[in-house]
């Protein structure tokens, strides 16, 4: 069992830096594929990027793709979302996940979540 905890989100305008923190708890927690969601009003959840267990390999959106990236700090089970150069159409809810596959860009490919922070760009 693995439970997630995100923090980070807030509010930032366009241009702008966010830096999302999941904090994982259990001990198989570093065995894991670790994923970034995110889900806008209306849209479905949709892949951002994900990390695998080692930390060696990382896989992202083509929207986000040379913005944002994806790290893990094994000691500290947490995953980290570092945003730059945010635009309004990265406004949603951000979930982390944790999952066996990798890669994994699909909701289906993770069995634990956590409950979401929201990240507001304003232009």
């Known amino acids: 069992q693995v439970q997630l905890v995100e923090s980070g989100g807030g509010l930032v305008q366009a241009g702008g830096s966010l830096r999302l923190s999941c904090a994982g708890s259990g001990r198989t927690f570093i065995t894991y594929t670790m994923g970034w969601f995110r889900q806008a009003p209306g849209k479905e959840r949709e892949f951002v990027a994900t990390?695998?267990?080692?930390?060696?390999?990382?896989n992202y959106a083509d929207s986000v793709k040379g913005r944002f990236t994806i790290s893990r700090d094994s000691g500290k089970n947490t995953v980290y979302l570092q945003m730059t150069s945010l635009k309004p159409e990265d406004t949603a809810v951000y979930y982390c996940?944790?999952?066996?596959?990798?890669?994994?860009?699909?909701?289906?490919?993770?069995?634990?979540w956590g409950q979401g922070t929201q990240v507001t760009v304003s232009s």
């Open positions: 996940a944790a999952g066996i596959r990798f890669p994994g860009d699909s909701v289906s490919d993770y069995n634990y």
């Open positions: 990390i695998s267990s080692s930390g060696g390999r990382t």
